[in-house]
């Protein structure tokens, strides 16, 4: 009986060691000097250990104004890894699935439970090429 009472504190510890931790961006996306709507953008917590997958934290599109704001928590361990994922068809013609921009979000945009600072990427032009763009077309 004692046993029982043992590891259900043990579980109670262990899970409280897993933080509330999150992050949120906001930003506009043009093409052409023009704001780019239905964007698609994802913001994940990128996992390195195996078997544990990435954590979507938010996901939308961009509104008639090019316009976004993702924000979303998980609840990890260690310090999470934000990172924020652009799909657009911007100057792209007929190319098949999009283009992809992945941005690292630093840590110092981690909150934890509610949004205080916001990562504001301004204004991108998604034209240009980017370091860390490729194609994608599951998203």
Same mark, same amino acid.
């Given at each position: 009986?004692?046993?029982?009472?043992?590891?259900?504190?043990?579980?109670?510890?262990?899970?409280?060691?897993?933080? +509330?931790?999150?992050?949120?961006?906001?930003?506009? +996306?043009?093409?052409?000097?023009?704001?780019?709507?239905?964007?698609?953008?994802?913001?994940?917590?990128?996992?390195?250990?195996?078997?544990?997958?990435?954590?979507?934290?938010? =996901?939308?599109?961009?509104?008639?104004?090019?316009?976004?704001?993702?924000?979303?928590?998980?609840? =990890?361990?260690?310090?999470?890894?934000?990172? +924020?994922?652009?799909?657009?068809?911007?100057?792209?013609?007929?190319?098949?699935?999009?283009?992809?921009?992945?941005?690292?979000?630093?840590?110092?945009?981690?909150?934890?439970?509610?949004?205080?600072?916001?990562?504001?990427?301004? =204004?991108?032009?998604?034209?240009?090429?980017?370091?860390?763009?490729?194609?994608?077309?599951?998203?």
């Amino acid at each position: 009986m004692m046993f029982g009472y043992v590891l259900v504190i043990a579980i109670i510890g262990s899970t409280e060691a897993f933080r +509330l931790q999150g992050v949120a961006v906001k930003g506009k +996306l043009t093409c052409g000097g023009k704001p780019w709507k239905n964007a698609k953008v994802k913001l994940f917590d990128i996992d390195t250990n195996p078997g544990d997958p990435d954590d979507l934290l938010d =996901e939308k599109y961009t509104d008639k104004d090019g316009e976004f704001r993702v924000d979303g928590t998980t609840r =990890e361990m260690t310090p999470i890894d934000p990172v +924020l994922y652009i799909y657009h068809d911007c100057d792209d013609s007929i190319k098949p699935c999009q283009k992809k921009i992945t941005m690292m979000i630093p840590k110092k945009f981690i909150h934890f439970g509610t949004a205080t600072h916001w990562m504001d990427i301004g =204004e991108l032009n998604l034209e240009m090429g980017y370091p860390e763009q490729d194609r994608s077309c599951y998203h």
